[in-house]
Nanobody
Framework: QVQLQESGPGLVKPSQTLSLTCTVSGGSITTSYYGWSWIRQPAGKGLEWMGVIAYDGSTYYSPSLKSRASISRDTSNNQFSLQLSSVTPEATAVYYC????????????WGQGTLVTVSS
């Protein structure tokens, strides 16, 4: 059974780059069954899909992030990562990594989430 665990700094200063890693266990990030997504949820607001990295390394992002987001992977450690540049306090949110079933929008397995606060 696939399990996901987010890790990274809980506090980032404005204008800096937010960096998070998702460690995958119980399955390979190169499987064609899943894509690997990042989603965030600010307090009191809905979920926002940020982007995905597919089994072949191709990436897709939400247009709302205006090229500030980058998702990469480390196949040797079975991890994928998110970088979000030039953050503002509005980026404060719980960040989740999740699997998405290939060819669908179904987010099947979620990490527990990690709170990132953007503040000076």
């Amino acid at each position: 059974q696939v399990q996901l665990q987010e890790s990274g700094p809980g506090l980032v200063k404005p204008s800096q780059t937010l960096s998070l890693t998702c460690t995958v266990s119980g399955g390979s990030i190169t499987t064609s069954y899943y894509g690997w997504s990042w989603i965030r949820q600010p307090a009191g607001k809905g979920l926002e899909w940020m982007g995905v990295i597919a089994y072949d390394g191709s990436t897709y992002y939400s247009p709302s992030l205006k090229s500030r987001a980058s998702i990469s992977r480390d196949t040797s450690n079975n991890q994928f990562s998110l970088q979000l540049s030039s953050v503002t306090p509005e980026a404060t949110a719980v960040y989740y990594c999740a699997t998405v079933v290939a060819g669908t929008r179904y987010l099947e397995v979620w990490g527990q989430g990690t709170l990132v606060t953007v503040s000076s």
